[in-house]
């Protein structure tokens, strides 16, 4: 998802339960999922198509970029001289960058990358560095992914 939104309207108990149980199995069928909010699956799909089109969730599939032959993660905190925002864009445009937050702290955006190799991942730090307003980076390389989740719930 792309930037920080609320919904308009708070999410009532059963639209709150159907994201529940999408975040334990994306592939869960909506027959079952509205046997267990006591919707008809029809009601279901329409109500996983409205948190869609709202931007409340996305269904997607995650993968294990390993697997997939990217042989290199890292974390790239950059510091910006002038405006984040078109910073920010500029480095989410390029092809490797999967994640841009603009943060507060010693760096002022953190990207994440997903590179073939160090070859590619030293490409994209001198892409970013060229980019205007950049004043400095900093690259943090993934050895060993711990943990990885996007089960946080729903409030």
């Not at 919707?39 to 997607?60: F, H, K, N, T």
């Not at 955006?109 to 073939?116: H, I, R, S």
Request: aromatic share 6%.
């Amino acid at each position: 998802m792309t930037g920080v939104s609320k919904p308009t309207a708070p999410l009532d108990h059963v639209s709150k339960a159907i994201v529940a149980l999408l975040q334990e199995d994306g592939r869960r069928a909506y027959a079952s999922i509205g046997k267990e909010v006591g919707l008809s699956e029809a009601a279901v799909r329409q109500r996983v198509q409205r948190l869609v089109d709202g931007g409340v969730m996305q269904i997607v599939a995650v993968t294990d970029p390993l697997q997939l032959g990217f042989a290199r993660q890292a974390m790239i905190g950059v510091r910006v001289n002038g405006r984040l925002d078109p910073v920010a864009d500029a480095i989410a445009a390029l092809p490797e960058v999967d994640y841009v937050v603009i943060t507060a702290g010693s760096f002022d955006l953190l990207v994440e990358a997903v590179c073939e190799g160090d070859d590619t991942l030293l490409e994209l730090i001198s892409a970013i560095r060229s980019v205007d307003g950049v004043h400095a980076t900093e690259t943090f390389m993934y050895l060993r992914l711990r943990k990885q989740t996007y089960s946080w719930g729903v409030r």
